[in-house]
């Protein structure tokens, strides 16, 4: 009643709104040819690798250009994102959920000439500020986290390890030669706000240690009761600690064999920090999937259990990611996932023909009651 009281209309609920609180609407942000044609696209098409064509039933054409974006960007790179966008697309332009820049025009002379435009701009080191990709049957920019950066429990760096991946499968990102699509994501920790459990490739920072205490201090750092029930494990409990001096203090201990490694305690309490040069490193994973295309949805598998940290450029981890993608590129069907492809072989094969080595800890052949009789995805086969 009180929104009613003040002038609110539930009936038509745009009307007077207040647009300094909260998002602006998102329509004030479409090019005047998506707002024209919303609902009414006939088909799209992508010409060449990152050029698409939308094509409406107006007979209206909407010319995509898609550049590789990085996930943390400075504030002149934006802005010359922006000068770009004023340049060619009257200010518009768009991020898609994998980082990339999307530059929209109305016709192809103005698409080539961006083009050409973005494939002219180059760093220092002479990579390509904007490369043109990521379409199609090939491998579009890594979604990551933050990592060494701004997160504070991370088990390894996010840019770099995605930097240098993309290096080494830059060609996939420049060319539709893939059997299918094929989705890298990267997490710097188990908490995961990246999306490596349903991935094509994923790559995953760990932690192999529980946090240390530092006994000293906990008790003036902390609310101990909050560290303790931040842990989702229930593996913190209070203890008691005598210092060298004699002086016992409130600290706390943990139970390794319950600790799971996800840092929610440190996150709580600055005296229980987590990484550990040893300790911490990257374990990769394969063979998931969102889409519901030829088969159900599917959680990636761990592949490889642990490679160390070896800053800056990972030489072991991206070495294993190309072997990976190698050997899907040349064996899979087309059409067919990694997941799928490495099913139709067998993991034993896909772990033979990648150059892996297999240990009993990758087992996952988690079953019960439920995988049988229930209906767990919304991939239904009618008969």
């Known amino acids: 009643m009180a929104f009613i ?16 609180i909260g998002p602006r609407y998102y329509e004030e942000f479409y090019p005047p040819i998506i707002k024209k044609n919303k609902g009414k696209w006939l088909y799209h098409e992508i010409l060449e690798p990152g050029i698409i064509v939308r094509v409406a039933e107006s007979g209206d054409e909407l010319y995509v250009v898609r550049a590789g974006g990085c996930r943390l960007m400075s504030v002149s790179h934006i802005r010359e994102i922006m000068e770009i966008a004023d340049k060619y697309c009257d200010g518009y332009v768009r991020w898609t959920t994998r980082n990339n820049v999307e530059f929209m025009t109305d016709s192809k002379d103005k698409a080539m ?11 220092p080191g002479g990579c390509y500020k904007f490369p043109i990709g990521g379409t199609g049957a090939g491998i579009t920019n890594i979604v990551h986290t933050q ?4 997160c504070h429990t991370p088990a390894t760096d996010a840019s770099g390890t995605v930097k240098a991946t993309m290096d080494e499968i830059f060609d996939e990102f420049t060319n539709m030669k893939l059997p299918a699509k094929l989705r890298v994501s990267m997490a710097c920790c188990l908490n995961m706000c990246g999306a490596v459990h349903c991935s094509d490739i ?19 750092f902390c609310e101990i009761p909050l560290a303790i029930a931040a842990c989702p494990t229930a593996a913190i ?8 001096d004699g002086t016992k203090v409130n600290a706390v201990s943990v139970n390794e064999d319950r600790c799971m490694f996800c840092g929610n305690c ?6 229980m920090p987590l990484a550990d040069t040893e300790g911490d490193g990257i374990v990769l994973m394969a063979g998931g999937k969102i889409s519901n295309r030829i088969d159900a949805p599917k959680f990636s598998k761990v592949v490889v259990a642990f490679i160390p940290n070896e800053p800056p450029r990972w030489p072991t981890m991206t070495a294993t990611i190309k072997r990976m993608v190698n050997a899907y590129s040349a064996d899979a069907n087309k059409y067919e996932r990694l997941g799928q492809w490495a099913e139709r072989i067998g993991w034993e094969k896909f772990f033979e023909k990648c150059d892996l080595e297999f240990t009993h800890h990758l087992i996952d052949d988690f079953r019960d009651p439920a995988y049988y ?4 995805t919304t991939n239904f086969k009618f008969t």
């Not at 000439?113 to 760093?123: C, F, I, P, T, V």
């Not at 009789?373 to 767990?376: E, F, N, V």
Request: contains cysteine; positive net charge; charged residues 30%.
């Open 373 to 376: 009789t229930w209906r767990q």
């Open 113 to 123: 000439a961006l083009k050409k435009d973005l494939l002219s701009r180059k760093q």
């Open 5 to 20: 009281s003040s002038g609110y209309n539930p009936k038509k609920p745009m009307e007077d709104r207040i647009t300094d």
């Open 266 to 271: 440190y996150t709580m309490c600055p005296s």
């Open 202 to 220: 994923a790559i995953l920072g760990y932690h192999r240690k529980p946090p240390m205490i530092d006994v000293e201090y906990i008790d003036k």
């Open 147 to 150: 990592g060494w950066i701004h």
């Open 237 to 244: 409990k209070p203890a008691k600690v005598e210092l060298p």
